[in-house]
């Protein structure tokens, strides 16, 4: 068996999610290749090239793969995948993005967010928001899965892989890109982050959220979330969601600061390590959840979490 | 322009589902029933664009069970002007559901084809994505915003880290994401109107589409329940159990 | 504590129970079928839960506020009730030859309930605006209607009751505003009116008041009272607003309840008289007015039913989630969910079940409406009226007495918190207390009942809807369901008895029955509830042998019926007593005495 790893990457770095889903393809079982399809990536390839376990790196380099646009990197895909028992991308918005438009091609089926692996052929998947946990067997040549990143630890680094040029195709004419819009930060990313502090609606306002909320992860090194019910309201940014609609998480530690708990929104945290939740409302279903609960008023304690931090 | 838009019938998102006993499969006999809460969204930006003159006709579309109906007759409601119903009982995959709209489209010849990013049965995110694979299209998925530019559509997309706008020739696929829109309350003589307006019926045989499933479902289970921790009384014993106990700070 | 609209009961209620395909098959109903009823259910019940029930309890604590002649409704309300009728949701009911949507009472009674249940306060804006639609309809002149309906059919307007006056009351031949005719078939309207609903607001541009008044040369009482129609803003000929028009909300009630509504004192002809159109004939207001008593009624019947609904949610809701003290009889020492607790359970099925008998019994009356309104063969269509006439009283009475009691255990479920304003139980208990007084109190309906609906007919409608009643007891024995049967049986021999004591008596001694009539009210309410429910318990014990799969929500409603039988049913024997023997008892106590 021989299995094709996606790599999640900006051309200059990889991200950590190529990481956790290459732990998922050794959990298969195999001959473990990672393809870095973008432009001016080397940089990318190099670092897929020292995950421990990889084989081989594939670096398709080209302009048009430079925004990585799924009517692009499809061909490169579906060309190779005919050597590979197993295609793994995560399940990110790019994984996502991309492996059901190579599966289609291949005329197999693609499993989303696999959380377990239970054999070659079988593979576990929450379904109905995480409610409810299915486990699947595919009866296809080839596997298309991918993976959620939460679910699998990272690869470790250390190997040194050779990186192989392949054919990047051609501009398939169909698409181009506009621009991007990221939200600037210099906290690390949600997806990847060990540490998240995370505000809900009773931060009242946009200018609270930040002014709470910023202080105590930058203290803690965390990245920031958001309930859909703060975002909704306009205290933070659409791609600071965590939930069943959002991203979901699974941090080392998760503070709910002002959180109620919806159900959507437990169901994008819930695998955190270690949950804390401020809450003022000792009934809050966030507190079903939480390691450790603090009925306060999240406007007094966050700053006193700072002052003690701080000593 | 023409627009097709496909809607699910899923089961109501209020609906904590249930595993049936012997884990076969999820238990959705006797459950409220709704249209998926994305493809509510795909409607109401046809509908929307109709209304700004930008499209002539919205043809919906909706897979499975005679009850697909009902969800079509809401889809019609809101706006769309008419309705297909693949009937089959067979349980329908993701690209299963490519495969069929696939064969509609070819009929239809839609410039925009508008479809939910999931279903929040399967979770899948996949049918769009697998629909504009076989078209041969561009693909505009988990959209924030869609904006018609002469024989092109501009779409925001949310993706990881911010957005991202992409320019897409029609005919295109755009699958929607939470913001895009929110769908509107069906006004009462729409729905009336909505008995009216044409719904017409075919079959995976007569599409001729192999529906058949090609991924088996093992099990189900219910996830292991999370148990409640402790209540702390103060910040400081708070910062305490981080760092003594659980040892993540 | 969100609500959701109970769409499977009400379904079962329409399909089942009430003869929705019996009202579809009613001239001009042709598009009426359970498909269209259903389309319409869910839609009302997305708008019911996601718009309006939200602002139940924001309209409880924030209320109206009166400035300058100006009434600001609570946050929301005014957004809400402008999708509330740009959908269409105020005219489902009414003809489609103003821009309505011609449904029968039967559809657009369920999606009342749901208004009601979601926020009874909003809910009153659009019913008093059908009210005086109708009165229009019936009895305006074709120009006053072409002026007047559309806008109301729209929702764009909206209507108003103008009848009680600080010393007339429920005894409307007191009413002393005046009307002086000016000569151009216009009228210069003076007087104060109390306790108008949605009488000033701001989510129209224009409200449509409808107001009893005396003519110059009008006769003393009852019939001397005029019906005219005065609007906030005069309308010019192509339909465009004109002058503000002379009348004025000069205050605001403070209530027990009901918050959300402002109840006006409104003023008519401080600066010389505001402009009216007479409706119909002169002299004859009062009995326009009653043209719509039933719709009325049924309607604050309605009220009753869904704020009961929504309190049962809220305490079933708790009573899953509170935790305290061990289960009796149970291994597990730790503390258990209060439903567990018998005493719970039997308030919560004495909720339900009484819910679910006056659902039962007020889309009967409903049907029984659209069946008198439009059957085609004459003698059905009196005979429907008959029934309608008859169950008016007992839905208003009854339904509105026990939301008292229901919302009371309500409060009762949720312990301490329910005294809490902040748990939002008290509010159904609020809210809902004045459904048995508006609208004719339960006093009034009770003596409707034993005197022209009961007595002056000898009893007919009476005696033959217990004669429904014994056959479908009859059937419950044949069909394994004996002691709902049974029950149902034992309840009618004291029904029969304290019908033939109302029949027998009123002429001989009035004052006697009427001491008993409340009691004669509430035991029709139960025993014809405990009919619906025994026809529910048949049609449930049919599709599980069918093998219907929804086997849980059919099982419920064996269970409730035999509930129903073991726990409401007896109580007729006592309220029988009452009504028999107990009316000395009332009036012995001479008046120095109390």
Not at chain 1, 64 to 89: I, K, M
Not at chain 3, 348 to 364: F, P
Not at chain 3, 510 to 534: D, E, H, N, R, T
Request: one cysteine or more; glycine letters at 8%; aromatic letters at 4%.
């Amino acid at each position: 068996m021989s299995i094709l790893v996606i790599a999640e990457h900006d051309n200059g770095s990889l991200k950590a999610a190529t990481l956790n889903t290459v732990t998922a393809a050794q959990k298969i079982g195999g001959d473990i290749h990672v393809l870095v399809a973008g432009h001016n990536a080397a940089a990318a390839a190099q670092a897929a090239a020292q995950i421990a376990g990889v084989a081989k790196v594939l670096l398709a380099d080209a302009t048009h793969l430079g925004h990585q646009l799924a009517e692009n990197v499809t061909p490169v895909v579906v060309e190779l995948a005919r050597g590979y028992s197993h295609v793994l991308a995560p399940a990110t918005t790019h994984g996502k993005n991309l492996l059901p438009r190579v599966a289609a091609l291949l005329d197999v089926a693609q499993i989303s967010d696999v959380i377990a692996v239970e054999s070659a052929d079988t593979f576990v998947r929450p379904i109905y928001a995480g409610n409810v946990i299915a486990t699947v067997q595919s009866s296809d040549a080839i596997k298309l899965m991918t993976v959620r990143t939460t679910a699998f630890d990272a690869a470790a680094t250390g190997g040194s892989a050779a990186v192989e040029n392949i054919s990047a195709g051609s501009d398939a004419g169909k698409s181009s890109f506009v621009s991007q819009e990221l939200t600037k930060s210099s906290r690390p990313e949600l997806g990847a982050a060990k540490i998240i502090v995370s505000g809900g609606r009773a931060l009242a306002s946009s200018e609270q959220f930040h002014s709470v909320l910023e202080p105590l992860a930058d203290k803690l090194g965390a990245a920031i979330g958001a309930s859909r019910a703060a975002v909704d309201a306009g205290y933070a940014p659409n791609d600071y969601q965590v939930g069943q609609t959002g991203k979901i998480v699974a941090p080392q530690l998760y503070l709910a600061v002002g959180i109620s708990g919806a159900i959507q929104h437990l169901a994008g945290m819930k695998d955190s390590k270690v949950i804390v939740a401020i809450n003022k409302d000792e009934e809050a279903p966030i507190f079903q959840v939480a390691d450790y609960g603090l009925v306060a008023d999240l406007f007094t304690a966050v700053p006193e979490l700072i002052a003690e931090l701080n000593k | 322009m023409k627009i097709l838009v496909a809607v699910k019938r899923v089961v109501d998102y209020n609906v904590k589902v249930r595993c049936k006993t012997d884990g076969s499969d999820v238990d959705v006999a006797n459950v409220k029933m709704s249209m998926n809460p994305f493809d509510e969204i795909a409607v109401e930006e046809a509908v929307r664009l109709k209304e700004a003159g930008k499209a002539s006709e919205i043809v919906v579309a909706s897979l499975g069970v005679k009850q697909c109906e009902e969800t079509l007759r809401t889809a019609l409601a809101m706006g769309a002007d008419r309705a297909i119903h693949v009937e089959t009982d067979t349980e329908l995959q993701p690209l299963a559901v490519a495969k069929l709209l696939k064969a509609l489209a070819d009929k239809e010849q839609p410039q925009l084809v508008i479809l939910g990013k999931q279903a929040i049965d399967d979770d899948a995110n996949q049918t769009g994505q697998m629909l504009a694979a076989l078209m041969n299209a561009p693909q505009g998925t988990f959209a924030s915003k869609v904006e018609l530019a002469g024989d092109k559509v501009n779409v925001t997309r949310e993706i990881d880290g911010g957005l991202e706008t992409v320019s897409l020739s029609l005919p295109a696929i755009v699958t929607t994401d939470l913001r895009l829109n929110e769908p509107r309350y069906v006004k009462l003589p729409n729905i009336m109107a909505a008995k009216k307006k044409p719904l017409d019926k075919t079959t995976p045989a007569e599409l001729g589409v192999d529906a058949a499933p090609r991924l088996k479902t093992l099990k189900v289970a219910e996830p292991p329940v999370r148990k409640a921790g402790i209540k702390v009384a103060s910040v400081a014993e708070l910062v305490a159990k981080l760092k003594n106990e659980a040892k993540v700070i | 504590m969100s609500y959701r609209a109970p769409v499977t009961d009400i379904r079962f209620v329409l399909n089942e129970l009430a003869g929705l395909n019996e009202v579809g098959a009613l001239p001009g109903y042709e598009d009426v079928n359970p498909e269209l009823a259903d389309a319409i259910l869910e839609e009302a019940a997305k708008l019911a839960e996601n718009v309006i029930a939200p602002l139940n309890k924001v309209g409880d604590q924030h209320g109206n506020k009166l400035s300058d002649g100006i009434v600001t409704t609570a946050p929301g309300f005014k957004s809400a009730y402008q999708q509330f009728s740009e959908n269409g949701w105020v005219s489902l009911r009414t003809p489609t030859e103003f821009g309505g949507q011609g449904m029968p009472a039967l559809i657009a009674m369920a999606t009342e309930e749901m208004w009601c249940a979601a926020n009874v306060a909003f809910s009153l804006c659009p019913l008093l605006t059908l009210g005086a639609f109708e009165a229009l309809e019936h009895h305006a002149s074709d120009e006053l209607k072409a002026t007047y309906l559309p806008k109301m059919a729209s929702g764009e307007w909206t209507g108003t009751m103008n009848l009680t006056e600080p010393q007339a009351g429920s005894d409307l031949a007191q009413v002393r505003a005046k009307a002086v005719p000016v000569g151009d078939g216009t009228y210069k309207i003076s007087g104060q009116k109390i306790f108008i609903t949605w009488g000033e607001h701001d989510m129209v541009e224009n409200i449509v008041h409808l107001v009893l008044a005396r003519l110059p040369d009008a006769p003393a009482g009852v019939k001397g009272i005029s019906l005219f129609v005065v609007p906030k803003y005069l309308v010019n000929a192509d339909g465009s607003l004109g002058e503000r028009n002379d009348v004025s909300c000069v205050s605001l009630e403070h209530k027990l309840g009901i918050h959300a509504s402002p109840t006006c004192v409104m003023s008519y002809g401080d600066k010389g008289g505001a402009i009216g159109y007479l409706v119909g004939e002169a002299h004859r207001g009062l009995g326009y007015m009653f043209t719509m008593m039933n719709q009325a009624r049924l309607g604050v019947g309605i009220e009753g039913m869904a704020i009961a609904e929504r309190a049962y949610q809220q305490a079933v809701a708790y009573a899953k989630d509170r935790v305290q003290s061990r289960e009796l009889g149970s291994d597990n020492p730790a503390p258990a969910a209060i439903i567990k607790h018998a005493d719970i359970r039997r308030m919560l099925m004495t909720m339900k079940s009484q819910i679910e008998a006056q659902r039962a019994l007020t889309y009967y009356a409903g049907a029984a409406l659209d069946r008198a309104a439009r059957h085609p063969d004459a003698a059905e269509k009196q005979k429907w009226q008959a029934v309608v006439n008859f169950l008016i009283p007992i839905v208003k009475g009854w339904n509105t007495e026990q939301v008292n009691e229901i919302t009371s255990l309500g409060v009762q479920i949720h312990g301490g918190m329910g005294f809490i304003e902040e748990t939002g139980a008290a509010q159904h208990l609020r809210d809902a207390r004045i459904t048995a007084i508006y609208e004719g109190t339960t006093g009034i309906q009770a003596m409707d009942l034993v005197g022209r609906k009961t007595a002056s007919e000898q009893g007919r409608t009476a005696r033959a809807l217990l004669a429904e009643v014994e056959a479908v007891a009859a059937q419950l024995k044949t069909q394994g369901l004996a002691e709902i049967g049974d029950a149902l049986d034992a309840a009618l021999v004291h029904a029969r008895a304290s019908t033939d004591f109302v029949v027998g008596q009123f002429e001989a001694q009035p004052k006697a029955v009427a001491a008993g009539s409340v009691p004669f009210l509430k035991l029709m309410g139960i025993v014809l509830g405990g009919w619906q429910l025994g026809r529910a318990a048949l049609v449930a014990k049919q599709k599980l042998a069918d093998g219907d799969a929804d086997s849980a929500f059919l099982e419920a409603k064996l269970i409730t019926a035999r509930f129903f039988a073991a726990h409401l049913l007896p109580q007729v024997s006592g309220l029988s007593a009452a009504i028999l023997h107990g009316a000395d008892t009332v009036l012995a106590l001479p008046e120095e005495a109390f």
